[in-house]
Structures are given as structure tokens and as C-alpha cells.
């Protein structure tokens, strides 16, 4: 099987790359693999469905420069195909005086990265948007909302294969063979043959790097976030999202209430070490790859240094109680009684030698193939931007 271009990953990042390639060449001759029967499988289908605005990230960085874009182009995308979302708006809350200086500092980047109409809000004002909340201060940011990212995955992948693109489910990439200018992409059950390699594989795209590079300098770390759904009667207590300050040295936002577009609130996530790279369930261990993890040195330094956070992290995990008094800190209504468990997911953080949590989305390129090693949130509300972005790169490859 011949293609100009393989994409591995059927993910939103690797469906939506394949689509802005075909949208802007159509008669390129292209082929997405992923080694799940369904796509978005993974991160996309247990994604929590918000629509990120870009408050949070380094002006100027990857993800700043990609959520602002991939936030308007998912709109437009989601008007034109008549995708159901709603732009509800967060609010992000300071609970006590410590936390008010690093809400000045999410204020000011939100204005940095050119968000309209935000709006610093007092404790009075809190209440009129969260009666239930509990904080002295805050930010409300209308862009927020939410939307189903698996309707969305299945709304590319239909448009790619309109545009004659091929998806072939249910087959796991195993090598990636390049000899005289010609690039063998074997899967266990065929191989494809292609000038150009475009790697998306989310939660394994670290092991797919290493078969075209030799000088790979991280590894994916994954971590499961867990989340409670709270029960229908007590729904009331959350009228949109509700988002704590997040602690600026960890990659991660926090326990916060989510409000679902197919109806629901969800509350969470956490983040503890995954032992297995879809590690959906504290029982889902596979010992190699808990191995590779451990004896990372990049992982080692982060468990060093952040070892207090990740005991309480994993506290929380086996502690409904503890994990209840995390969200009191937001909804001092809520109760224990009042969660009943629900889907986790699975984070794929990249991590480097020296221990540094990768930030920022990171893209690296190599004579046969494009490397796409580290993309978590907000890469569904970027995907279109990230998929132009590389789309960009592929296609300079080929004249265009």
C-alpha cells in the first residue's frame, strides 16, 4: 500500500492533521492507522469537554498561540457541521489571600494572549454566578464552554474519508523501516509504504519517535485523572465550570467542577501516576511500562521534587473523603454522598531527561517523519491549529 502520507493516531490531533492536509492538498495520497477498532479511543474519548480560551498559557507559546486559533477555528468548524456546544463561560476562584497574586498573574496573561471581557470578579459577584461557591475573588472568562470532543473526532474522520483520505482501524504500528528515501510503516497486519511519517499517537508517541529518531530525549509519563459524577439531586450546586487558582510549578489545573453537554456535572481530576499507559483503573498494571516509567530518570527527579503533592494526589485516589475535602475547598455544600464514581482518563505528559515536565506542545521533525511528542490539554480545543501547524511542515515537504 502506497501513500505519500501515513498518519498514526486516531486521536483529534492526528484526525484533524489528516483533514487540514487533505483540505489543503486533496490529491495527496494519505492513510491514517491507529491500532484501536474505533477511533478516539483514548485521551479524546474520555476527554472532560471543555472548550479551553487560552487564559492560562505563555504568551507566545505553542499552546497560547494554538488554543487562541484552534479556539476560533473549532467554533467555525462546529457552526459549519452543526455540532452542538455552548459557550457557558468559567469562573476561576481564589479561595483565600495567598492564591489572589497568582489570579493577577492568570488575569493579566488572559489580557497577554488578547482574551476580550474578561472580567476580575468580587466575592458578591461570585455568588451571582456560582451561588454555592466559596472565594474571595475571582475571574469570570466568557470564552469557556463545552462541547462532546468524540462528536467532533467523528465529524473529521468522516470529512477526511470524503476527501478520499484511508483510516485503517484495529492495526498497531510495530516498526518503522526507511531505506533508500522509501519509509516502511509495518503494523501487525500489513505494511504501508510512504515518503513522510506524521506521528500522533498520543500516549505511545514517544515509542513511535524512537523508530525514526535515535536522539530522543523524553518519555511519555502517564497520568490517570479520576473524576466523580455528583448525583442529579445535588446537580444544583453547579451552574457552569467552576476552576481553582492552579498551583503554577504542576502541569496540571486542579479539581473542578465541570458542567457536561450531554448533562451532568462532573467533578475532578486528580492526577496520579498511571501504572500502565491506559491505566483507566487503579487495577490496570502492566510491569514493563510501570518499569520504563520508574527508571526514567526525568521521572525520578519529578517524583523528588514533587513528592508531597503526589502522596496527597495518591491519597486522594484511594480516599473519597479526601478527595471530597479537595472540592469542599471550592463547594463547601458538597458531600461525600453525593459523587458516585466516574470514567477516569489518562494524561500523556511528556517528560525529558532532567526531569522538566514538558509545558508546551512540542513537534519535532526528522528526515522521514513528524513527531507530534507532546500534546495535552488544551490540544482538543486546538486541534485544528496544531493539525494547519503540521500540516504546514508535512506539506513543505512536497512543493507546496
Given at each position: 500500500?502506497?501513500?505519500?502520507?501515513?498518519?498514526?493516531?486516531?486521536?483529534?490531533?492526528?484526525?484533524?492533521?489528516?483533514?487540514?492536509?487533505?483540505?489543503?492538498?486533496?490529491?495527496?495520497?494519505?492513510?491514517?492507522?491507529?491500532?484501536?477498532?474505533?477511533?478516539?479511543?483514548?485521551?479524546?474519548?474520555?476527554?472532560?469537554?471543555?472548550?479551553?480560551?487560552?487564559?492560562?498559557?505563555?504568551?507566545?507559546?505553542?499552546?497560547?498561540?494554538?488554543?487562541?486559533?484552534?479556539?476560533?477555528?473549532?467554533?467555525?468548524?462546529?457552526?459549519?457541521?452543526?455540532?452542538?456546544?455552548?459557550?457557558?463561560?468559567?469562573?476561576?476562584?481564589?479561595?483565600?489571600?495567598?492564591?489572589?497574586?497568582?489570579?493577577?498573574?492568570?488575569?493579566?496573561?488572559?489580557?497577554?494572549?488578547?482574551?476580550?471581557?474578561?472580567?476580575?470578579?468580587?466575592?458578591?459577584?461570585?455568588?451571582?454566578?456560582?451561588?454555592?461557591?466559596?472565594?474571595?475573588?475571582?475571574?469570570?472568562?466568557?470564552?469557556?464552554?463545552?462541547?462532546?470532543?468524540?462528536?467532533?473526532?467523528?465529524?473529521?474522520?468522516?470529512?477526511?474519508?470524503?476527501?478520499?483520505?484511508?483510516?485503517?482501524?484495529?492495526?498497531?504500528?510495530?516498526?518503522?523501516?526507511?531505506?533508500?528515501?522509501?519509509?516502511?510503516?509495518?503494523?501487525?497486519?500489513?505494511?504501508?509504504?510512504?515518503?513522510?511519517?506524521?506521528?500522533?499517537?498520543?500516549?505511545?508517541?514517544?515509542?513511535?519517535?524512537?523508530?525514526?529518531?535515535?536522539?530522543?530525549?523524553?518519555?511519555?509519563?502517564?497520568?490517570?485523572?479520576?473524576?466523580?459524577?455528583?448525583?442529579?439531586?445535588?446537580?444544583?450546586?453547579?451552574?457552569?465550570?467552576?476552576?481553582?487558582?492552579?498551583?503554577?510549578?504542576?502541569?496540571?489545573?486542579?479539581?473542578?467542577?465541570?458542567?457536561?453537554?450531554?448533562?451532568?456535572?462532573?467533578?475532578?481530576?486528580n492526577a496520579v501516576l498511571a501504572f500502565q499507559r491506559e491505566g483507566y483503573t487503579k487495577s490496570d498494571i502492566n510491569l514493563?511500562?510501570?518499569?520504563?516509567?520508574?527508571?526514567?530518570?526525568?521521572?525520578?527527579?519529578?517524583?523528588?521534587?514533587?513528592?508531597?503533592?503526589?502522596?496527597?494526589?495518591?491519597?486522594?485516589?484511594?480516599?473519597?473523603?479526601?478527595?471530597?475535602?479537595?472540592?469542599?475547598?471550592?463547594?463547601?455544600?458538597?458531600?461525600?454522598?453525593?459523587?458516585?464514581?466516574?470514567?477516569a482518563g489518562v494524561r500523556a505528559q511528556a517528560c525529558d531527561r532532567k526531569g522538566g515536565l514538558i509545558d508546551d506542545f512540542l513537534i519535532l521533525e526528522e528526515n522521514e517523519a513528524i513527531n507530534v511528542c507532546n500534546a495535552p490539554s488544551?490540544?482538543?480545543?486546538?486541534?485544528?491549529?496544531?493539525?494547519?501547524?503540521?500540516?504546514?511542515?508535512?506539506?513543505?515537504?512536497?512543493?507546496?
Open positions: 500500500m502506497k501513500y505519500d502520507i501515513v498518519v498514526i493516531g486516531g486521536g483529534i490531533v492526528g484526525l484533524a492533521t489528516a483533514l487540514k492536509i487533505k483540505e489543503q492538498k486533496p490529491a495527496i495520497k494519505l492513510a491514517l492507522i491507529d491500532k484501536e477498532k474505533k477511533i478516539a479511543t483514548h485521551q479524546t474519548g474520555h476527554n472532560s469537554g471543555v472548550i479551553h480560551s487560552g487564559i492560562y498559557y505563555k504568551p507566545g507559546s505553542l499552546k497560547a498561540n494554538n488554543c487562541i486559533r484552534g479556539y476560533q477555528m473549532l467554533l467555525e468548524f462546529c457552526d459549519n457541521n452543526d455540532i452542538p456546544y455552548e459557550l457557558c463561560g468559567k469562573v476561576i476562584v481564589a479561595t483565600n489571600q495567598n492564591e489572589v497574586p497568582q489570579l493577577d498573574k492568570i488575569y493579566e496573561r488572559g489580557g497577554q494572549n488578547g482574551l476580550k471581557n474578561l472580567k476580575r470578579i468580587s466575592e458578591a459577584e461570585l455568588k451571582e454566578h456560582e451561588p454555592h461557591v466559596n472565594g474571595i475573588d475571582g475571574i469570570f472568562v466568557p470564552q469557556t464552554g463545552i462541547i462532546d470532543y468524540k462528536s467532533v473526532a467523528e465529524t473529521y474522520a468522516k470529512l477526511i474519508e470524503d476527501y478520499d483520505g484511508k483510516i485503517y482501524s484495529g492495526q498497531k504500528v510495530v516498526d518503522i523501516i526507511s531505506q533508500a528515501g522509501e519509509t516502511h510503516v509495518v503494523t501487525d497486519q500489513s505494511t504501508f509504504q510512504t515518503r513522510l511519517v506524521v506521528n500522533c499517537a498520543g500516549l505511545y508517541s514517544d515509542k513511535i519517535a524512537s523508530l525514526t529518531s535515535q536522539k530522543l530525549n523524553l518519555k511519555i509519563i502517564p497520568f490517570r485523572g479520576e473524576y466523580y459524577e455528583i448525583k442529579a439531586e445535588r446537580q444544583y450546586l453547579v451552574k457552569n465550570l467552576i476552576y481553582p487558582v492552579p498551583d503554577p510549578n504542576f502541569p496540571f489545573l486542579g479539581v473542578h467542577f465541570t458542567r457536561m453537554i450531554q448533562g451532568g456535572v462532573e467533578a475532578g481530576p514493563k511500562e510501570l518499569a520504563e516509567t520508574l527508571s526514567w530518570p526525568g521521572f525520578q527527579k519529578v517524583a523528588m521534587k514533587y513528592w508531597k503533592t503526589g502522596v496527597g494526589e495518591m491519597y486522594r485516589s484511594f480516599s473519597k473523603s479526601a478527595f471530597t475535602k479537595a472540592l469542599q475547598k471550592l463547594i463547601p455544600e458538597i458531600q461525600e454522598d453525593d459523587l458516585l464514581a466516574a470514567e488544551p490540544a482538543a480545543t486546538s486541534s485544528l491549529s496544531i493539525g494547519q501547524t503540521v500540516s504546514e511542515l508535512a506539506l513543505k515537504r512536497f512543493g507546496s
